[in-house]
Every structure is written in C-alpha cells, then in structure tokens.
T-cell receptor, first 113, second 115 residues
C-alpha cells in the first residue's frame, strides 16, 4: 500500500509570506496529524484532524491552521512566516481506532529566509 | 499533561555492542507506548509498540517492555549494526481528553554505530 505522501519536499519562503503544505494519508485512514520538528527541539504536536474536523491543536499561534478534505487529505497553512518557523513538518495518519499506530510521511522541509 | 523523558544523546557504539536507550513517561490512565526510528532524510517509522503493562514489543532485534511500576519503556538491542544508526524516539498515546490518539514524543536519541 502507498504510504503517507507529503508535498512539496522542500519549500523556501521569505519572512511574512504564507506557506501551504499538503498531506495524503494512507488509504482508509481517517485521522491526520501534523508535527513540527525544529532543529534541536524534537517533535512538537501541531494539529489533529479526524473525519474532517479539527480534534485538537498544540501550543502554536493561530497563524498555524489547516483543514482536512472529504477525501481525508489535509493541508497545513502557515501565515506571516517567521524565521523560527523553519523546520521539518511531518504529517502522519492513522485508522483512528483505539491504539492504531501513526504512520509518518517523509516531511516537508520549510526554510524561511 | 502527558510527557516522555528520554535518555539524552548522542550515543556512539561499536558494531555488535549492546544498546540501551532509557525512556520514562508520565501519563494519566494506561497509555500505549511506542518507539519510532528516523533515518537521515526520512520521516519516522514505527519500530515497536506495547499497549498494556508487561507487554513486550519487538522488531528487527529491538525489544522494549512496558513497565508500569517504574513507568518505563527502555529500548534494547543485543548487537547493534552500522545500519541501526538513526534517531530513536520514545512516544506515548495518551488517554486524556482530546488527545486519545495523538502522540507525545520524547526528545529523541541520536545513535551512531561505528564499524
């Protein structure tokens, strides 16, 4: 089966611009999670979508937002980019049942200059 | 809230050495516990998991046992290989409101295995 796919692989933006990152979950998975992996800071939880609804968000400002589409794919938007938003953004999906594990994509490397 | 404390790295071992990466957690209820591995330039891959106390997860020669009494889930491998060089993350899936299925990660441990 195809894994979680993320696009683009790399994204370079300037401060103040907006970035849009995309994620396609594994077929049959209804939950999508976004994590930020900044250098030296580990993985920080950003957002969780399930069945098209935002279920939870981490401790990030409102300029980080997203949505989940009817086909369960998801988009993460970051507005008014700041230099410290430079990071690897990882998307994960799960079947949404019980203790089903998260399956991760290879990430989008966002660089803000 | 939920938290995971992981052994700080980096860890450097010779091939065939024994590996232990310590992981302890704080959570309400009975979380599920996971180890993920991240190879250079890639996303995270699930290495093993355990969903209840005393469960042992194992995969590719790696093992970890869910110890509720010590709130620990240490990762072990008897003989590491150069190909095991990666960053290892301990994680838990909490049961507190709103976070039933999201993961809380430790800070990661960089492992380098030398030939």
């Amino acid at each position: 089966e195809a894994g979680v796919t993320q696009s683009p692989t790399h994204l370079i933006k300037t401060r103040g611009q907006q970035a849009t990152l995309r994620c396609s979950p594994i077929s049959g998975h209804t939950s999508v999670y976004w994590y930020q992996q900044a250098l030296g800071l580990g993985l920080q939880f950003l957002l969780w979508y399930d069945e098209g609804e935002e279920r939870n968000r981490g401790n990030f400002p409102p300029r980080f937002s997203g949505r989940q589409f009817p086909n369960y794919s998801s988009e993460l938007n970051v507005n008014a980019l700041e230099l410290e938003d430079s990071a690897l953004y990882l998307c994960a999906s799960s079947s949404g049942t019980g203790n089903s594990p998260l399956h991760f994509g290879n990430g989008t490397r966002l660089t803000v200059t | 809230g939920d938290s995971v404390t992981q052994m700080e790295g980096p860890v450097t071992l010779s091939e065939e050495a024994f590996l232990t990466i310590n992981c302890t957690y704080t959570a309400t209820g009975y979380p599920s516990l996971f180890w993920y591995v991240q190879y250079p330039g890639e996303g995270l891959q699930l290495l093993l998991k355990a969903t209840k106390a005393d469960d042992k997860g194992s995969n590719k020669g790696f093992e970890a046992t869910y110890r509720k009494e010590t709130t620990s889930f240490h990762l072990e491998k008897g003989s590491v290989q150069v190909s095991d060089s990666a960053v290892y993350f301990c994680a838990l899936s909490g049961l507190s409101s709103g976070s039933a299925r999201q993961l809380t990660f430790g800070s990661g441990t960089q492992l380098t295995v030398l030939p």
